[in-house]
């Protein structure tokens, strides 16, 4: 982002600030929202969890948008399905995705699907001394889903990687809590956020992601929801 850490002297609370953003899903009214919040901010740096290009109409907006950022993206499992259909689809595919994606990849060109296909199953981030695994789904797999009342063995993806922070996209919620060691975090979804309150859950205006500050190795969160002006 180019935000110069600030000098102070020695034994001076120094506070490092990472954004994390995930599931665009092709809404770059939403994106820049969010990327905006996160300059006011003052974030050092950006990662993107993943599913970026797939599912909304602005899929060639929000990969350039994401390029000049510059920042390290995961793989997800949307991106995944732009770059080959999956044989074994933990959910049924339907016409309608299969439509959104021969459209979607009637807009990119040959360097958009290679800037996709440079995106990592992980990635590992060291923030003043707190170590970080980042990923989609889980560290195992982009297709992992876990939410708040889940424990047990689907926890056990996520167990055993020797991190303080564990960061995952996938589900479009927003929510933190310990598994092991190591404290989880979810920055719910860019592009799709969803009000599961109503019945069915209605998609929300609101771009939404998560504030990382490290402090003196200290970990903290803060979950941003930004508005935006949804195209009628």
Not at 54 to 83: H, K, M
Not at 104 to 127: G, K, M, N, Y
Not at 184 to 201: A, E, I, Q, T, W
């Amino acid at each position: 982002m180019g935000t110069e850490r600030p000098r102070g002297h020695q034994g001076a609370t120094l506070t490092v600030r990472l954004a994390l953003i995930s599931d665009q899903h092709a809404n770059d009214v939403a994106f820049r929202a969010a990327v905006e919040d996160a300059e006011r901010l003052g974030v050092e740096e950006i990662v993107c969890l993943g599913d970026v290009a797939q599912g909304g109409a602005e899929p060639v907006e929000t990969l350039d948008r994401l390029a000049a950022l510059g920042c390290e993206t995961v793989l997800g499992n949307a991106d995944a399905f732009l770059l080959e259909l999956p044989a074994d689809s933990p959910e049924p595919i339907t016409d309608r995705q299969l439509e959104m994606r021969e459209w979607t990849l009637s807009q990119l060109d040959a360097s958009h699907l290679e800037q996709i296909r440079s995106f990592a199953p992980v990635v590992r981030r060291e923030l003043d001394g707190v170590s970080l695994l980042l990923f989609h789904g889980s560290p195992r797999s982009y297709d992992d889903v876990l939410l708040p009342e889940h424990g047990g063995e689907a926890l056990e993806p996520f167990l055993g990687h020797d991190a303080a922070l564990l960061a995952g996209g996938h589900t479009h919620l927003q929510w933190t809590r310990r598994i092991g060691d190591a404290l989880y975090v979810n920055p719910g979804s860019v592009g799709l956020s969803y009000d599961r309150h109503s019945n069915p859950p209605v998609v929300r205006a609101l771009a939404e992601w998560a504030l990382v500050t490290v402090t003196n190795g200290t970990v903290g969160i803060e979950f941003r929801q930004v508005p935006y002006a949804a195209e009628s």
